[in-house]
């Protein structure tokens, strides 16, 4: 298990593949995002996406896919996420991409208030089969100090 | 249809209904966000969640459901999103909850670069059937100006 002494600012980790497919782009969108160019590759040609393209939510959530997987094969002492910053929708994503996730550790704290607790900040990028970063987004998480009894 | 020159900064709209179910709860986190504390009563109770609550992500997609209906009965000429900041998940979300939303204009831009386009920052809330805010973010929108021809 990894606590608030073990994460290095800086450190990388690459993890994950993700196929995404035109069954579930079409039933993620139907249910949550049906916009035109999420469900039709005619209404998605009239579109700066060209054909059908992944809700944007839909990567966020095949992305947070790939996290709980790699967290589960590395785990850390989280106490969950309280939000993101600067999320960004870098490219369409598009049934038959393959995607991947690359998490950056851009800083940590101890908490002043709360002895025992750490937060990190992270900055996630998914990226699809031609190494293009689709979706980029930066997220302040808790995590637990080591015990020390 | 409404166009950027439609757009009044400070306007706020009020839409939607989602009741949240179990069954969805489960399926959602199971497929995209399965911790212990999205799927198991006794493993939620551990956490501060204490029931089983939904995906953040979840709460997102939910929300998306409902800007969507809201659009298609209020057309506007939109564009697209290019991203989100400051998203914040400020309450948990439990099965049995009955959201809504809530989207204020906070500003607008013409497009200097761009003719014929303009930009929006508006902030959507989803709050529970007790009136509490669930989930906060600020999104940035494309949308496109009044055709003059």
Known sequence: MRYFEDIVIGDTATFGRYEVTREEVLEFAGKYDPQPFHLSDEAAAQT???????????????????????????PQA????????????????????????????LDKRASVRRPGIGSLQTQTTTYNQHDEPVLRFISGTLIRCRPTD
Chains 1, 2 share one sequence.
């Open 78 to 105: 989280g106490l969950g996420a309280a939000g993101l910053d600067e999320l960004r929708w870098l490219k369409p994503v598009y049934p038959g991409d393959v995607l991947r996730a690359e998490m950056l550790i």
């Open 48 to 74: 700066h996406f060209g054909k059908i393209a992944a809700s944007g939510w839909h990567t966020c959530a095949m992305t947070m896919s790939m996290i709980v997987a790699h967290m589960k094969e590395n």
